[in-house]
T-cell receptor
């Protein structure tokens, strides 16, 4: 088990460009989460998937953001027409959830740091 | 709705002295509570979790936390700080709503450890 991995680790882009990030969860985990962390703040929830279904989206996830998990394994987060306010660390996490209201801990990846110039 | 307030943005201690990081929570549901640690350039790591079993929870690296429902608190403690404990610590609450669960993070407390 190699943990949650994210690619790239760093991305610098110009305002208006599109960017895509990838997350590979721990292999047997059925839930995958995306968070955003800005300087001096804790991570903020963006969206999560159970298998391939996107079950919840935060109001932080504007129309320029889209996330997919096509085969219930890896996930991508795309930001279209980037703005300087999108500069942040984007974190991915995964967990194994068997239902019944039980909360299982989330395991986090190292994050992708996005800088929009 | 759920929220977390970490009462100190920075805490400074000397190596070998006790650590106390304070956290208050608010939740509409029976909460699950966590402490995560974030070292520079590393991912978030789970220190410990409370999920309605024992109110005193022991975690990794000698940390523990006590759930106090009457005070809505979940403070993190360690008897003796080590230089390697210097990092940012996040108190986190999770609630279930219709079977779904998301994490709400506090703003973090930076722990500084001096020799």
């Amino acid at each position: 088990d190699t943990g949650v991995s994210q690619d790239p680790r760093h991305k610098i882009t110009k305002r208006g460009q599109n960017v895509t990030f990838r997350c590979d969860p721990i292999s047997e985990h059925n839930r995958l989460y995306w968070y955003r962390q800005t300087l001096g703040q804790g991570p903020e929830f963006l969206t999560y998937f159970q298998n391939e279904a996107q079950l919840e989206k935060s109001r932080l996830l504007s129309d320029r953001f889209s996330a997919e998990r096509p085969k219930g394994s890896f996930s991508t987060l795309e930001i279209q027409r980037t703005e300087q306010g999108d500069s942040a660390m984007y974190l991915c996490a995964s967990s194994l959830t068997r239902g019944g209201g039980l909360v299982y801990e989330q395991y986090f990846g190292p994050g992708t740091r996005l800088t929009v110039t | 709705a759920q929220s977390v307030t970490q009462l100190d943005s920075h805490v400074s201690v000397s190596e070998g002295t006790p650590v106390l990081l304070r956290c208050n929570y608010s939740s509409s549901y029976s909460p699950s509570l966590f402490w995560y640690v974030q070292h520079p350039n590393k991912g978030l790591q789970l220190l410990l979790k409370y999920t309605s079993a024992a109110t005193l929870v022991k975690g990794i690296n000698g940390f523990e936390a006590e759930f106090k429902k009457s005070e809505t608190s979940f403070h993190l403690t360690k008897p003796s700080a080590h230089m390697s404990d210097a990092a940012e610590y996040f108190c986190v609450v999770s609630g279930t709503n219709s079977g779904y669960s998301t994490l709400t993070f506090g703003k973090g407390t930076m722990l500084l450890v001096s020799p």
